[in-house]
């Protein structure tokens, strides 16, 4: 049994000019695709995994204190997230119900985006910057590394930012402020986000094993 890898939700070259078509090919199809590959390589056999859900292995890992399954198998599940929480750059703004529990939070959109920011910018070295809903409301946070919100009870995601030297490296070099305000401000897909609001968020990012024969063919 094997997890593969989620192909992109649009074309490579999409989300240029702020999203290179170059820094796409090696985050999804180089960095995305390692943690695949490990991921499978650690599960072959041993731990009793066979047919778990990606979600399954990501807790269970964190459980048994595996933390090398756990880095490989979260950051697989957090690249599934991440590219369906962007899209192509076509004015799009939070509308609806979101736009309203926007309001409630932060004030306006424009708010939120600066703080969203600043959790990105500000975050120690590697890992992710989210906003997820808590009980009912939204909120903006970080997690390190490869920590994911598959494994806090209560944190609903509906976003989340890669902050990962590797997400912006090609485009940005070390600039990751400028990254952060591109891709905030221009490529989101606010409708995903809003989606994510009927808290199945975990759900559009979890995958079921495969056969390896199928999982060769796939990737
Ligand atoms: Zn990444």
Redesign the pocket.
Known sequence: MAFVLPPLPYAEDALAPHMSAETLHY?HDK??KAYVNKTNELIGGEHGLNGASLTQVVREARRGGDNKLFNNSA?LW??SF?WQCLAPAKGQKPDGKLAHLISDAFGNSDAMLAKLKEEAVNHFASGWAWLVLDRGALRITSLHDADTPVVHDGMVPLFTL?V?E??YYIDYKNERPRFAETVLSNIVNWEFVAENLDGRGLDRADQQPTTQREAETTV
Request: cysteine-free; glycine content about 0%.
């Open positions: 985050h960095h995305h950051q957090n690249h991440f890669d990962w590797h997400a």
